[in-house]
C-alpha cells in the first residue's frame, strides 16, 4: 500500500466516526435535551414530552444555583 492511500484510508476512517453536533443532538434524550435548553437560556417548549419538562427543571434549578453561587462570591 502507497502512503497517500494509508492516508486517505485513515481521514475515512475518521471522518466516519466524527459526530457532527446535529448527529449529537439527535441522540440526546428527551430529558437531556430539556436540560441543555434551560442551561442554555432557551424557552421550555409547552408541546414536549412530560421528561423533557422535568430535564428542563432540573436544568433551570441548577443554572439558578450557580447563578446564586457566582453572586455570593462577588
Do not use: V
Amino acid at each position: 500500500m502507497s502512503k497517500d492511500y494509508q492516508e486517505q484510508a485513515h481521514l475515512e476512517d475518521l471522518a466516519e466516526n466524527t459526530y457532527n453536533m446535529q448527529q449529537y443532538w439527535q441522540e440526546f434524550t428527551d430529558m437531556e435535551r430539556g436540560e441543555y435548553d434551560a442551561l442554555n437560556g432557551y424557552n421550555c417548549d409547552p408541546e414536549e414530552s412530560d421528561q423533557y419538562k422535568q430535564g428542563f427543571a432540573q436544568g433551570y434549578e441548577y443554572a439558578q444555583q450557580i447563578g446564586a453561587n457566582n453572586n455570593e462570591q462577588i
